[in-house]
């Protein structure tokens, strides 16, 4: 029982510490600027382009897509630098120091950012329902809430890995951005997969996302939780298994850190 | 006033210009806003403008350069004041008998410059790497837009970087300004996609008179009077920007040496 | 004939604290203090840390624009005919910024020799020329990011003589220099002095200014306490002597015990490692020694001496005894 409390515990130590580096220093106009201004940019300046291209019948594919992958932001920006940014406030020895079941704690501080994701998603998606028309009458909406998150969680996986190659490497602003911008022509956000050449599907279908977007369109328009769920199974599993690296490659940097006596940033 | 100065101090200009790029030329931000951005959305851009036919890859690769040009005017000009003020060089700079405004002038001009190579990057990536062939309509004219398109460009740059370090508040915004002008500028699609009501507010913004006049004379069927309409308007907003930066700086420069923040914040 | 001007300069710095109730905190940085350097004179502004001294040059560099009072550089007032004086002027601040690390040395150069307007072909003779006479000859090819300490402070001279500037404003230039290095600095402002340039130095050192300016002002918090000619300061401590016991743990109480005794003019005390050293003006000289002993009585106590005063008494009798 001891066990259980001690790691709730660290779990609720994690979520607070990202909360409060997400949304201490924030004033809310930048807030709102990133959260609800941003992803309907993104989503107007693709839309317009792929109904510029396509001749506007197909403007629901390019909404969907991308309301979906806003949850890369904190997926990515957002885990990666909650990671990185303890290295650059020094409190990363005190991390490794700590006895403490590190697993509870780097998922701990993932949450924060699975919650404020899938908002960010959630707002997106109402920008499809108001500006795009995007028609939810159709959709079994909890199936799409489920999906909605697990998308979310499955980014953060992909954060949690690069947040900690992140440690590796100076420039992780760099590594992030490009990133984010590569899901967007892999993912299917933007380019219908089939359309792309096999060895560009083949990557796409190792990415977190692919399979969320996918499940995405399908329930909206119409489909079921049947038919989208080994989808969501096989996303969660990708999300899983970018964590679950992320969290070795974690404990080999906290083995080398602690070899070579190299604890702080570059 | 300004324009004189662009005359007399066009040494200082080009010589800042000179170290400017070499001071940043292998910075890892700058070099995604205007290379790896812009190549991406290139390729996702012809892929999603298939449809479109014709010299649609040329119409990408334009537009995919002038979103680098405006992602560097953004972040990279917007910032280029405060950066000197991080690296404790500012006090250095102001108190040099050349005005202030004429060494960013010569900043932003290298920013310019480099934020070009992300049109040369995407027309390599296309004809290279993709297979198209890429030709301009009106290659002399579409040259002649890019030199007003520079110098627009960095005038605009002149007033947004002062705006930046006065009126913090306007700062925060700088990340959700990015893709709306590549949506208002007509970057990669024409404006009459969108609704009427938006209109006004591309035709106040320099970089919509730059995207017409280089797709007009890349792509497009190189109308004299257009292009003439879309360099008139360049250069006028350039006047303006100019007049404005000159008042910005003066004014800029006083506050900050009354409430001491050349220095720190 | 006068090359610089202070007249009543006030300058104060404000902060907000706070974030939800936010008030202004007003920290007065210059309390009216007016001076004048006479052209071709080397002046000295010495005090301690937080007096006012590099407030007081970045007003005169045009950095700063003056609360109240008027400053001017050969007649041209600071704050309207800005463009005019700043070429005019060359100023140190010293430390480690203000160079551009990425750049070498003669990059580095090059790049203010054309924002200061120097002409292309009188500035390809005078970098290596100035590279030469501040002991960078040979480096300048290599940046600033692997540069000393010293070494960029050295650059930093050379960066301020590029457009030969008449009148020139050191802050604190020799502070964080080796002691080699400091000596060599100052023998480099003897020679700008010798050139008949008009330099304002500040420093916290006593013996900089001793040896260095023609007159000095002392300013301690803002205002100028003194200000006067080297020799003319120590004519303040004349009528003193200096009498210095060397002790080892005193306690605060006594020392102020000491310092109330009504034949003690002021008392400093000098840490060194496990010792320290009192320093006692007093008129009565020798005779003020027995009191001293038994107001430290029990305490182990090294050397006891009485000597003439210094500069650096002077100072310490103008600025309080505080330091």
Known sequence: ?266 | MKFRNIFVYWRTILRVAEITLRHQWNDSFILFSILVQPMIIAVLALFMLRGLGGDYAMFVVVGSGLTGLWSSLLFISGNSINGERWQGTLESLVSTPTPFEVIVFGKNLANVIQSLLSMTASYLLASLLFGYTLQLVAPLLFIGSVLLSIFAFISFGLIIAPLFIMYRGIQQWQNAMEFPVYILAGFLFPIAMLPGWTTPISYILPPYWAARALHETSTGGADLEKIMLAWGMMLFFSVIDLLIASRLFKVMLYKARVDATLETE | MNSIEVSHLRRVYRSTIGVIRRSIKEIVAVDDISFDIKEGELFGLLGPNGAGKTTTVKVLATLLIPDAGTVRVRGLDIVKDAQEVRKIIGFIFGGERGLYWRLSAIDNLRYFASLYHVDPDVSKKRIPYLLDLVGLEGRGNERVQGYSRGMKQRLHVARTLLHDPDILFLDEPTIGLDPVGAREFRGVIRNLQSENKTILLTTHYMFEADSLCERIAVIDQGRIVALDTPSALKEHVSDLSVVEVETFGVPEATVNAIRSLRFVDALSVEEQGQRQRLLIQTPLGAEAVPDVMAALDGLRVGRVTVREPTLEDAYVRLVGGKE
């Open chain 1, 1 to 266: 029982m001891r066990v259980i409390t001690n790691n709730l515990r660290l779990f609720w130590r994690g979520t607070l510490l990202s909360y409060v580096a997400l949304f201490a220093w924030l004033r809310p106009t930048t807030y709102a600027a990133s959260k609800i201004l941003m992803p309907l940019a993104q989503i107007l300046f693709f839309s317009i382009l792929g109904s510029y291209g396509t001749g506007g019948s197909n403007v629901d594919f390019y909404v969907i897509g991308n309301a979906i992958q806003i949850a890369a932001v904190s997926g990515i920006f957002g885990v990666t630098m909650s990671i990185g940014g303890d290295r650059w406030a020094g409190t990363l020895p005190y991390l490794f120091g700590t006895p403490a079941n590190r697993l509870m704690m780097f998922f701990g501080r993932a949450f924060m950012h699975i919650i404020d994701g899938a908002f960010g998603v959630v707002i997106a998606l109402g920008w499809g329902a108001l500006l795009f028309g995007v028609d939810f009458s159709q959709t079994n909406l909890s199936a799409l809430g489920l999906t909605v998150i697990i998308t979310t969680i499955s980014t953060c996986g992909l954060g949690l890995l690069m947040g900690c190659l992140s440690l590796l490497t100076a420039n992780v602003m760099f590594v992030n951005n490009t990133v984010y911008f590569l899901l967007l022509i892999f993912s299917g956000a933007n380019i219908a997969l089939d359309t792309l050449p096999n060895w560009m599907q083949g990557f796409s279908q190792v990415l977190p996302l692919t399979r969320g977007i996918a499940a995405s369109r399908a329930l909206i328009a119409g489909g079921s939780f049947a038919e989208v769920s080994p989808l969501l199974v096989n996303e969660i599993g990708i999300g899983l298994a970018y964590g679950w690296l992320g969290y070795l490659l974690f404990k080999w940097f906290e083995y080398q850190a602690k070899r070579k006596g190299t604890l702080e940033t570059v």
